[in-house]
């Protein structure tokens, strides 16, 4: 089993939904909780970054992160075909990040 | 540079070919990472940098592979005998020292082994 569970989709939307990812993991000593978007044969661009458990909001996107079920999530409101892209998440103890295999999100105009 | 560069692009190479891959960091990121990323699949963490000195090499999956960052700032990873195996997107990414979670990534080096 991996340590960082996420599901590669594709998942296809039409522009103005709510795009909803997620991952699973198996480490409980993860406190550092990060999102990045990757579009095709590019580097990864990192877009939320959380500590511990919570919420955060930056524009049309939101992370949450709950640490006693060992999951996390980013909702990304209004959807535009520029959102189109993989999206990883990533999650770390100290330096070394571990990365959900990413899903693969196509928003449709 | 306002972000992580890497060169080349793209390296094609015959197995068991010597290459090298470059990474420049965010202008004063002391911290300096390398991951590998396969199709369809996350990076994976090769080896970390604080300064000059690898502080983690834990990722290096052989004794074929080896960075060197030796100013502190720009480094080079380094694959001897490549084989097929190897074909990957190499990742290089820095950060600040107190926050070393927050890695800013180059657009990689896409390796080819024919």
């Known amino acids: 089993q991996k340590e960082v569970e996420q599901d590669p989709g594709p998942l296809s939307v039409p522009e103005g939904a709510i795009v909803s990812l997620n991952c699973t993991y198996s480490?409980?000593?993860?406190?550092?909780f990060m999102w990045y978007r990757q579009y095709s044969r590019k580097g990864p661009e990192l877009l939320m970054y959380?500590?511990?458990?919570g919420n955060k909001e930056d524009g049309r996107f939101t992370a949450q992160v709950d640490k006693s079920s060992k999951y996390i999530s980013l909702f990304i409101r209004d959807s535009q075909p520029s959102d189109s892209a993989t999206y990883l998440c990533?999650?770390?103890?100290?330096?070394?990040?571990?990365f959900g295999a990413g899903t693969t999100v196509t928003v449709r105009a | 540079g306002a972000g992580v560069s890497q060169t080349p692009s793209n390296k094609v190479t015959e197995k068991g070919k010597y290459v090298e891959l470059r990474c420049d960091p965010i202008?004063?990121?002391?911290?300096l990472y390398w991951y590998r990323q396969s199709l369809g699949q996350g990076p994976e963490f090769l080896i970390y940098?604080?300064?000059?000195?690898?502080?983690?090499d834990s990722g290096l999956p052989n004794d074929r592979f080896f960075a060197v960052r030796p100013e502190g700032s720009v480094s080079t990873l380094k694959i001897q005998r490549t084989e097929r195996g190897d074909s990957a997107v190499y990742l290089c990414?820095?950060?600040?020292?107190?926050?070393?979670?927050?890695?800013?990534f180059g657009p990689g080096t896409r390796l080819t082994v024919l």
């Open positions: 990414a820095s950060s600040s020292s107190q926050t070393p979670n927050e890695q800013f």
């Open positions: 480490n409980s000593a993860f406190q550092y």
């Open positions: 959380t500590y511990s458990s």
């Open positions: 990533a999650m770390s103890t100290d330096y070394k990040l571990s």
């Open positions: 202008s004063g990121h002391t911290a």
């Open positions: 940098f604080q300064g000059t000195g690898a502080a983690d």
